[in-house]
């Protein structure tokens, strides 16, 4: 009997596997009112040319489908091995670098350096280009169990099942949709002009900056949704749910990282210095602050620079497949760069064509962005592109431009007049819902 064996081959992917594969989001509609149509990109095109519109991305999107097979599999599985060497190499260097102190100090400090470098990279392609695309679902054609995106655990604080719920269905599906989409801001920062404005607000800056170096904490607590249970709108047994996934998860990372490896280099201690098992989880700190930088560049520069439109919930309400493709195009930013930098980014340096087709692999976006900059030209649209450096730099003028007290007292949350505005828009909602029950009851 073999105590080892081999995993098995793969089987090979037929040809069409991914054709009728479908993890879309479904474009709202008003329940309340299912026969007024959404007035989203009348401004830019009539109701006939959105649905136009519409059928040539979906003939886009299918044509990708229908084309994925045995090269996309053979891809993923690549970056795969390539990310878990990254973290082996990483590891092992990392506990190898205490050998050399008796050498010279370059060398294990250049060990060191390699080390976190390595372990930095490996989870930055973990969580961008296999993790987020993973559980996005892009691979579940693939009918392999290593690439199940229902299954897909990532290394981060964040459990993959709230990441799914608030992501991939809010808000990809409520993209830039003020009070549906949550990530507008991620109740901490006024980055649109229609937010109302707080005195937190005047932090801006520097609270972006203390996000940016503990990001994966931030999602983490973003999927909690304590400010939505405390609002009332989950009940208490989901929020208490989402607190013990929450607490598992972070159990699980913080014995991985900063418990377990620190304590295996123990033994380094006795023969060496004292100080290695601080060196090595002060190592994996500095990691995951790497991961947490670059991933909070990434995000923001695609979601938030100057001209990423936001719209508002009755506009949505009911809007045509070609309608929900444009608000992605419009909410949506794009950054510029070699093959290697799309890769670290997952592809979501292809923001655009992310948000317009999340559940096709990412590797295909750069393919697909010649066919969207051919419809936007032919539509009048705006494509929104530019270097990290440009992109950065209009996000970071947007925080501080907002950041400021507006001079309208109407865009002020917590003033009089803010108040009363607010009271009168669920005062119509109210009453339209009221309306519709009578007319339903009348049917």
């Not at 489908?65 to 091995?81: C, F, H, N, S």
């Not at 520097?206 to 949704?225: K, T």
């Not at 991985?256 to 098992?277: C, G, I, N, R």
């Not at 009911?318 to 760069?337: D, F, H, P, T, V």
Request: aromatic content about 10%.
């Amino acid at each position: 009997m073999k105590l080892l064996r081999r995993r098995s081959k793969p089987a090979p992917i037929e040809p069409l596997s991914a054709s009728d594969h479908n993890r879309a989001p479904v474009p709202l509609v008003a329940e309340d009112d299912p026969t007024r149509p959404s007035t989203i990109g009348l401004d830019y095109m009539s109701y006939e040319q959105l649905e136009e519109f519409g059928r040539e991305l979906d003939e886009v999107r299918q044509r990708v489908l229908d084309d994925l097979g045995q090269t996309d599999a053979d891809y993923i599985r690549r970056v795969i091995k390539i990310q878990r060497s990254f973290e082996v190499l990483g590891r092992i260097t990392l506990f190898s670098f205490p050998l050399l102190l008796p050498v010279a100090t370059a060398a294990w400090v250049g060990l060191l350096v390699t080390g976190i470098v390595l372990l930095g990279l490996a989870k930055i392609i973990e969580n961008m280009e296999i993790g987020h695309n993973v559980m996005h679902g892009q691979y579940d054609w693939m009918n392999d169990p290593l690439v199940d995106g229902k299954r897909y655990e990532w290394d981060n604080v964040a459990p993959a099942s709230e990441w799914k719920h608030g992501h991939n269905y809010i808000h990809h599906t409520y993209t830039n949709i003020h009070g549906m989409d949550r990530d507008i801001g991620y109740n901490m920062f006024r980055i649109d002009a229609d937010q109302p404005w707080y005195p937190s607000h005047r932090f801006n800056l520097p609270l972006a900056f203390i996000l940016m170096l503990v990001f994966e904490w931030g999602v983490m607590y973003h999927g909690v949704e304590l400010d939505e249970y405390l609002a009332g709108r989950i009940s208490k047994k989901d929020f208490q749910a989402r607190k013990k996934r929450a607490y598992a998860k972070i159990r699980r990372q913080v014995l991985k990282d900063y418990v377990l490896f620190p304590m295996l280099s123990l033994p380094l201690a006795f023969v060496t210095a004292w100080w290695v098992p601080l060196a090595v989880l002060g190592a994996n700190v500095v990691a995951n602050i790497i991961r947490n930088i670059w991933t909070f560049l990434v995000i923001f520069c695609g979601h938030f620079p100057a001209e990423v439109e936001t719209f508002q919930e009755e506009d949505a309400k009911n809007e045509s497949r070609g309608q929900w493709y444009l608000r992605q195009i419009l909410g949506s930013a794009n950054i510029s760069g070699t093959p290697l930098f799309h890769v670290l980014t997952g592809n979501l340096s292809h923001q655009i064509e992310h948000h317009l087709f999340p559940d096709i692999p990412a590797r295909r976006y750069r393919e697909v962005s010649v066919d969207v900059q051919r419809l936007v030209e032919k539509y009048g649209l705006r494509y929104n592109t530019g270097r990290l450096s440009r992109q950065l730099g209009s996000v970071a003028r947007q925080l501080h431009t907002l950041s400021r007290k507006p001079d309208d007292p109407y865009k002020v949350g917590n003033s009089p007049e803010s108040k009363a505005l607010r009271r009168a828009k669920r005062a119509a909602a109210a009453a339209r819902a009221e309306q519709a029950d009578r007319e339903h009851l009348t049917v």
